[in-house]
């Protein structure tokens, strides 16, 4: 019997008023970026670690980490479609990602389609992405960064 397996990915940065914003892998105009090694896009920061909680690969820094200097200031995408590849390397199979932005901006809903078909082609698997605030609690309600959350379903294949 295959039994599909599920990861959970949780990301986390501050804004950083220096840096672009990248976020669900979209560039947001006029939007406070976000502090990290790569581009702290945390909706696909969040969505790599739940592929390789999925796949016992371990999480995003031990796969992209900051002591790896050819993934500094790597686009949030790239990392993700890379991360796909090596859960498939890896003998799985991916079937969805379902990834939810916390934060009062960017506002997601606008650009929800375009993001979903962004990623979706970056997984080559369908990829969900929808919005949340936690009104006015935590980092995120104070406007102070922004957390991804995102669940993963793997089958393994059986190569």
């Known amino acids: 019997m295959i039994v599909p397996r599920v990861g959970v990915g949780t990301d986390v940065h501050a804004f950083a008023p220096d840096r672009e914003c990248w976020v669900a892998g979209l560039y947001w105009p006029g939007e406070t970026g976000l502090a990290g090694h790569s581009d702290g896009d945390v909706a ?3 969505a790599c670690d739940a592929l390789f ?4 690969l371990g ?6 980490g900051v002591a790896e200097p050819e993934w500094a200031g790597a686009r949030g995408v790239l990392l993700l479609a890379e991360a796909a590849r090596r859960v498939r390397a890896a003998g799985f199979e991916i079937g969805n990602i379902s990834i939810q932005v916390i934060g009062v901006r960017p506002k997601i809903g606008p650009r929800r389609a375009e993001a979903q078909r962004l990623l979706g082609e970056a997984v080559g698997a369908p990829v969900a992405v ?5 009104d006015g609690l935590g980092l995120t309600g104070r406007a102070e960064g922004l957390a991804g959350v995102a669940v993963a379903l793997v089958v393994p294949t059986g190569s």
């Open 53 to 56: 909680a999925a796949a016992s």
């Open 44 to 46: 696909a920061h969040a």
């Open 59 to 64: 999480d995003l820094g031990a796969n992209f």
């Open 130 to 134: 929808s919005g949340t605030t936690t």
